[in-house]
């Protein structure tokens, strides 16, 4: 699995790459065959005006099926980073399993 993270509003971090890369293993490591690319995009919407502005946008590259994308917006960058990994693998397992339904379904 490839992953890509790039930033709109603010500098990468070390911190902020680390837990993006722990948070996306950690969520998908299961089914990590699956998928050949990740890209992260992280932004500041606002600046340093403040607000619910830290955005986490998630695109998952399958083998053989179309792109995830999620995306998630909040105060905190890190809970926008949790929560976006959390439904990028729910996603992930749905396609999955719906996927294989689709394959059992037709062989019968």
């Known amino acids: ?18 837990y993006t890369t722990q948070r996306l293993q950690f969520a998908l490591d299961r089914n990590d065959q699956q998928i050949t690319h990740v890209s992260v995009h992280l932004a500041d919407i606002n600046g340093p005006r403040g607000g619910i502005d830290k955005r986490c946008k998630i695109n998952l590259t399958l083998v053989g099926q179309s792109n995830i994308v999620i995306e998630d917006t909040e105060a905190d960058l890190y809970l926008a980073i949790d929560r976006a990994s959390e439904r990028c693998a729910r996603t992930l397992v749905r396609r999955l399993e719906r996927s294989r339904e689709f394959v059992s379904s037709s062989m019968a």
């Not at 699995?1 to 680390?18: C, K, P």
């Open 1 to 18: 699995m490839q992953l890509d993270i790039q930033t709109n509003g603010f500098t990468l971090t070390e911190g902020i790459r680390s």
